[in-house]
């Protein structure tokens, strides 16, 4: 089994496990490390490997911004071919599966299977209130350091339990937003642009995705409305919805579930796939814990 860890094509690669390759995609404020329960799960079957997004955990701010999708993909794709990977599984949670998709979309043929975890993909997305507070001009300015103190301290504190594990993944999503500019670099980083812009594509490229793609939502989300987990799965030919009982960091709050139905998922046989138009929404037991974020 291996295990990486370091900077690949500029953006913080961890690797660890043997076999088939799966991408892990985090969202927006946390890391690779969001993954973790879930890759300590499944390292034993496939080689699991999550990237730090540009501007979160160990990777720098992309002058892009967050916002450039075709850019954050070609990067991956240029990953894709250095740690020469034929084809890999792609997992993406919350603003990481509108990377996931394009991903999807533009290189198909490298792509086995898709998972879409809390799919903050419509452009009809509305960010958290917080967010949003730090995305108008001026009031941004003004407002930085008292968000930034309020997310970490309350709202992502809430959601993290009080263990050492919990301590050290807050931490790490922390880390890029400390100092007397962290504030500000959060700040910047969430002016990703408009999603009436950054995700005007996505419905249209959601019927020509043709991978077998599994989609999870938790019943408790705050955030991201059921809606846009139900439309994703009607408009993705071949996939299949499962609602988990929890709120929206669901690898965080249920890493072992959300492994085990991933491992399901990914080990089917072509003939094994769901038939959409009878199946409904699977359930997936899990302890509830309701999160607000964007």
């Known amino acids: 089994m291996s295990n990486l860890r370091g900077k690949s094509d500029g953006m913080y690669l961890l690797s660890q496990g043997a076999g088939d390759a799966v991408l892990f995609l985090h969202g927006i404020p946390t890391s690779c490390h969001l993954w973790d329960g879930v890759i300590e799960r499944m390292s034993g079957t496939y080689t699991c490997m999550a990237v730090d997004l540009p501007g979160l955990g160990r990777t720098p701010k992309a002058r892009e911004g967050f916002g450039e999708l075709n850019t954050i993909v070609a990067k991956l794709e240029a990953l894709r071919i250095e740690n020469k990977v034929e084809r890999w599984h792609v997992v993406g949670h919350d603003a990481g599966c509108a990377i996931a998709v394009h991903y999807a979309h533009q290189h198909p043929a490298h792509t086995g299977r898709l998972a879409l975890l809390t799919p903050s993909i419509f452009p009809e997305l509305e960010p958290f209130f917080l967010f949003e507070l730090l995305r108008k001009p001026v009031l941004g300015e003004l407002m930085a350091p008292l968000v930034n103190l309020i997310f970490w301290k309350l709202v992502m504190r809430r959601t993290l339990d009080g263990s050492q594990a919990g301590r050290a ?23 990703w642009g408009k999603p009436e812009e950054v995700l005007a594509a996505i419905p249209a490229l959601l019927p020509e995705l043709l991978m077998p793609t599994l989609i999870f939502h938790g019943a408790h989300d705050p955030a991201v ?68 974020v964007s």
């Open 225 to 292: 409305p059921a809606s846009f987990a139900t439309r994703a799965s009607g408009l993705i030919p071949d996939s299949e919805m499962v609602i988990t009982d929890s709120g929206h960091f669901l690898p965080m709050n249920e890493p072992a579930a959300i492994a085990d139905r991933l491992l399901s998922f990914l080990d089917k046989k072509p003939d094994q796939r769901a038939d959409k138009n009878r199946a409904e929404p699977h359930w997936l037991a899990a302890d509830p814990c309701g999160m607000p």
């Open 169 to 191: 993944l807050l931490a790490d999503f922390r880390a890029p937003f400390r100092g007397p500019l962290g504030a500000w670099r959060l700040m910047s980083l969430l002016r």
